[in-house]
């Protein structure tokens, strides 16, 4: 399976960005999909993720960032409000098998295919 992210750019701090991933070459609803971030010097964190049983976030981003996804258009979206100058990464979106339970889900390890990533950057 394939995956192409797109939508990052520069933003002021407390503006908005909209992430896009789009998944190719595999049955889109047979995957969980899940946000990545990683910046420099640091190791690569979670962020969001969807799966059967619904959305999950990492605590630094709930209640700001919404992930969500189009089974019909093949792909996962990642609303940014209310950005932090800390948001500031490269973003990669991630697959993994849908039967894969959420705990491993958490980590980059569960997740078998990945995108190349998109630059985010939040100005103070």
């Known amino acids: 399976v394939q995956l192409q992210a797109s939508g990052g750019g520069l933003v002021q701090a407390g503006g908005s960005l909209r992430l896009s991933c789009r998944v190719s070459g595999g049955t889109f609803s047979n995957y969980a999909m899940g946000w990545f971030r990683q910046a420099p010097g640091k190791e690569r964190e979670f962020v969001a993720g969807?799966?059967?049983?619904?959305?999950y976030y990492s605590n630094s981003v709930k209640g700001r960032f919404t992930i969500s996804r189009d089974n019909a258009k093949n792909t996962v979206d990642l609303q940014m409000n209310s950005l932090k100058p800390e948001d500031t990464a490269v973003y990669l979106c991630?697959?993994?098998?849908?039967?894969?339970?959420?705990?491993?889900?958490?980590?980059?390890?569960?997740?078998?295919?990945w995108g190349q990533g998109t630059q985010v950057t939040v100005s103070s």
């Open positions: 969807i799966n059967w049983s619904g959305q």
């Open positions: 991630a697959a993994a098998p849908k039967t894969r339970i959420r705990s491993t889900l958490l980590s980059s390890s569960g997740h078998d295919d």
